[in-house]
C-alpha cells in the first residue's frame, strides 16, 4: 500500500510539472502568419511579465504574477501568486519548475508583476558561475533571488524596501545598473525612478532618485503622473528612455544616462531636469505604458535624400484600462526623435474594431505592451503588441513612419479563462457597462521574444502562456541568421 501510494504521488507530480495541456480549450483561436507551439497553464495565475534566459543548454521562462492566490499543484500548498519558473527548452512540452509566492493581495496590490534576469558572466561584480533574478515583492520591495538552479531559487538580498508602490523595472546585464520603478514614501508619487548599482547582486549600492519635477519631496502644485517603466540602450548610446502614466496625461522623457548617473543628486528641479534631452508631453487621453528605441533605421522612402535618410524613433504603447472600450481607444504611436529636443509623432497602429466587434467580445480591448528584448532577429525589422482580448499583433516596422500588421494570434479561451474584474478606477463610477462585461475573453497583457525566434505571451484572465512563432510571409522578415542556435 506504501509503495502504491508513493508512486501515485510521482505520477501526480510528473503530472503537474508537466502541465502545458491542463488546461482545455472551450474557443477557437484566430491565428495569421503565426502558429501555436506550446503553452503551460501557470497554474491558473493571472501573468505580467515574462522574461527568457538562456542557461547552459536550456532556456527558462521567469514569468511575474498580479496578486491572487492559487494552489501550487508541486507542493500542495496555496500560495500567493508571484513568479512562475517554467522550462521553455522545447516549447512544446514545457515544464514548469518552481513558483515563488508574492505579496498577499488582488491585482495590482499584490503578486511580484516585473521580473529580470542577468547571468553572472556579464554582471561586471557577480559570481560569473550563476544567474541573478530581480522581480518586484507586490508594492512594497525590491528582491534579487540566485535562480543558477531554476528548480530551487533562492532569495540572496532585498534591495529596498518598505515602498508604497512598484512596477516595471529595467536592468542592465552588462553595467549591472538597475532602474527601480519605486513608491519612495517621501516623495509625492506612487512611482517615480530608484537607481541602484547591482553589479554585484549582493552587494546593492544605492545611486540616486529621480523623476519629474514636482513629484520630489517638498514640492507644491500639481503632482506629475507617475512613471511607468524605463528602457536603456546603456553606456554605449547614452539613453535612458522613461514612459509615464499608462492611459492618461503620458509623458516620454529622454535622459542622458551619463549626467543620470553621475550629475547631482539632490533631488532639486533643476537637478532633475538637467540630464533631460528631450520631453514629449501626450495628449490627456493616452498614456505611455512601454516606450521602445527603434534608432538609426534606414527609412526605405528617403533611401535617394542627400539629408534625413536614417532617423531615430520611439514606439510608446498605451495601456487599455477599461473593459468595453469606456475610454480613448489606447494603441501604438510612433515619435521621430532624430533631433530628441524635438520629438514629434509620424504614424499610430491600432487594431480595426470591427475586424472582430472587440468592443463587445468581453475584457479590454487595446494596447497594453510591447516587446523589449533587441534581439537582432528581431529588431528594427518586426515588433510584438499585446492587444488584450486581440490576442499578440505583429508589426512590420521597417519603415516605421508607415507600420503595417503582418500576423496576429488570438488564443482560444480555456477552462480556467476568468471574467476579468473591473479596475478599481471603475468602482462607483457610472460608466455605461453592459452585459458583455461580464463575458470570459482573452487577455493578451504582455508580450517578449527570444533569440531564438520564439513569441511569449501571457494572459491577465488566468489563461497562461503561449509560446508562437512566425510562419509565412512575416517570417521572411526576420534576420534567421542572427537566431542563436543550441
Known amino acids: 500500500m506504501r509503495r502504491r501510494a508513493s508512486l ?22 484566430d491565428a495569421v502568419n503565426m502558429r501555436l507551439v506550446g503553452q503551460n497553464d501557470l497554474q491558473g495565475r493571472s501573468a505580467y511579465q515574462p522574461t527568457i534566459q538562456h542557461q547552459g543548454r536550456r532556456w527558462i521562462a521567469y514569468i511575474g504574477h498580479h496578486g491572487d492566490r492559487k494552489i501550487n499543484p508541486l507542493t500542495g500548498v ?39 534576469v542577468c547571468t ?122 522613461f514612459g509615464y502614466g499608462t492611459s492618461a496625461d503620458g509623458v516620454l522623457q529622454i535622459v542622458d544616462r551619463q549626467k543620470l548617473l553621475t550629475g547631482p543628486k539632490e533631488p532639486t528641479p533643476e537637478n532633475l531636469l538637467a540630464p533631460q534631452v528631450g520631453r514629449l508631453d501626450m495628449p490627456p487621453i493616452n498614456g505611455a505604458h ?37 475610454e480613448a481607444r489606447q494603441m501604438v504611436w510612433v515619435v521621430d526623435i532624430t533631433t530628441e529636443s524635438k520629438p514629434f509623432g509620424v504614424a499610430n497602429y491600432t487594431v480595426p474594431e470591427a475586424s472582430g466587434h472587440y468592443c463587445s467580445q468581453g475584457g479590454r480591448f487595446g494596447t497594453h505592451s510591447s516587446n523589449e528584448n533587441m534581439t537582432p532577429l528581431f529588431y528594427n525589422r518586426l515588433m510584438f503588441f499585446a492587444h488584450f482580448n486581440a490576442g499578440v499583433r505583429v508589426l512590420d516596422v521597417r ?21 476579468l474584474e473591473a479596475p478599481a478606477s471603475a468602482a462607483g463610477s457610472k460608466l455605461p457597462f453592459t452585459a458583455a462585461s461580464d463575458r470570459r475573453a482573452i487577455q493578451t497583457n504582455n508580450v517578449e521574444v527570444d533569440d531564438r525566434g520564439y ?29 542563436v542556435r543550441d
Open 8 to 29: 501515485l504521488f510521482v505520477m501526480a507530480s510528473l503530472l503537474a510539472a508537466c502541465a502545458h495541456d491542463a488546461s482545455r480549450g472551450t474557443g477557437t483561436e
Open 78 to 116: 496555496v500560495e500567493d501568486n508571484g513568479t512562475s519558473v517554467v522550462d521553455v527548452t522545447d516549447p512544446a512540452h514545457t515544464r514548469y519548475l518552481a513558483h515563488i509566492p508574492g505579496e498577499p493581495g488582488k491585482a495590482e496590490l499584490g503578486g511580484a508583476q516585473m521580473v529580470r
Open 120 to 241: 553572472g558572466s556579464q554582471l561586471p561584480r557577480a559570481d560569473k558561475s550563476r544567474f541573478y533574478m530581480l522581480r518586484t515583492y507586490g508594492n512594497q520591495a525590491q528582491q534579487v533571488w540566485d535562480v543558477t538552479v531554476p528548480e530551487h531559487p533562492s532569495l540572496l538580498t532585498t534591495v529596498v524596501a518598505g515602498l508604497k508602490g512598484t512596477h516595471k523595472n529595467f536592468w542592465e546585464c552588462d553595467t549591472g545598473i538597475a532602474y527601480l520603478v519605486s513608491g519612495d514614501p517621501a516623495w509625492r508619487t506612487s512611482r517615480m525612478t530608484k537607481i541602484y548599482d547591482l553589479s554585484d547582486p549582493q552587494h546593492p549600492v544605492f545611486i540616486r532618485d529621480f523623476g519629474l519635477p514636482g513629484q520630489q519631496p517638498g514640492a507644491t502644485g500639481p503632482v506629475p503622473v507617475a512613471l511607468h517603466g524605463p528602457i536603456s540602450i546603456g553606456p554605449k548610446g547614452n539613453r535612458v528612455y
Open 399 to 419: 519603415n516605421p513612419m508607415n507600420p503595417r500588421e503582418v500576423a496576429h494570434f488570438v488564443p482560444a479561451v480555456t477552462d480556467n479563462t476568468v471574467v
Open 455 to 483: 513569441i511569449y505571451i501571457v494572459d491577465r484572465a488566468n489563461t497562461g502562456l503561449h509560446i508562437l512563432e512566425l510562419t509565412g510571409p512575416a517570417r521572411d522578415i526576420a534576420d534567421w541568421r542572427a537566431a
Open 290 to 326: 512601454t516606450v521602445f528605441p527603434l534608432l538609426r533605421v534606414d527609412v526605405p522612402e528617403f533611401a535617394r535624400n542627400f539629408v534625413g535618410h536614417t532617423r531615430d524613433f520611439v514606439v510608446i504603447t498605451d495601456e487599455a484600462i477599461q473593459k468595453e472600450c469606456m
